[in-house]
């Protein structure tokens, strides 16, 4: 099982609607969450982190999490085509020293 | 772009050159990061350096060697290097090593002929 995992996609979502994307992790001792946005050629951005249960707003991006079910979110609400890039799930490995690990990423496409 | 300056950010080295990647932080970070970005493939952590000192080192081959005189500046000296070393090289830092949120560079792309 991969320590962190996410739908490789690519998520097509049409503009104005709901994009969800998921990640499911393995370390149960993990204790803080990050996504972030890559758009083609260029490097991570920052643009949430979570740490407790329950849901976390920022503009159009809500973030949510469960650490029960070892499970993180990011909702991106009115989707434009703009939000078209990947997105990296990192979670906290604690068993591993603290360093982040990273998902594969999932691709989405925002279509006007 | 963020307060994490990489440089050069497009290089193309042949395999018996010697090259450095240079990285800069303007955040007042204690640990900085190498990665390795390769197409298709997740982030793969290189090095870390936590207050100059190197804590980890991710199975790297020695033709990569890092180095960090100072917690603002990390260096990544390259010699004779592979085709498959082609990648983006992607320096982090963060407030402290223990898992808190990482900041990026821009990241150099590297080819090798």
């Known amino acids: 099982q991969k320590e962190v995992e996410q739908n490789s996609g690519p998520l097509s979502v049409p503009e104005g609607a709901i994009a969800s994307l998921n990640c499911t992790y393995s370390?149960?001792?993990?204790?803080?969450f990050f996504w972030y946005r890559q758009y083609s050629g260029k490097s991570p951005e920052l643009i949430m982190s979570i740490y407790s249960n329950g849901d976390k707003e920022d503009g159009r991006f809500t973030a949510q999490l469960n650490k029960a079910s070892q499970y993180v979110s990011l909702l991106i609400r009115d989707s434009q085509p703009s939000d078209s890039a990947t997105y990296l799930c990192a979670v906290n490995g604690y068993n591993q020293g603290g360093k982040l690990i990273f998902g594969q990423g999932t691709e989405l496409s925002v279509k006007p | 772009e963020t307060g994490v300056t990489q440089t050069p950010r497009h290089l193309v080295m042949g395999m018996t050159n010697k090259k450095s990647l240079k990285c800069e932080q303007h955040l007042g970070h204690n640990a900085m990061y190498w990665y390795k970005q390769s197409a298709k493939k997740p982030l793969e952590l290189m090095f870390v350096y936590n207050f100059k000192e190197q804590t980890e080192n991710n199975s790297v081959p020695s033709r990569f060697s890092p180095e960090c005189p100072n917690s603002s500046h990390l260096f990544l000296h390259l010699h004779t290097l592979q085709p498959e070393d082609s990648a983006l090289y992607l320096c982090?830092?963060?407030?402290?090593?223990?898992?808190?949120?990482?900041?990026f560079g821009p990241g150099t792309r590297l080819t090798v002929t």
């Open positions: 370390d149960r001792g993990s204790q803080s």
């Open positions: 982090a830092s963060s407030p402290k090593r223990e898992g808190l949120e990482q900041y």
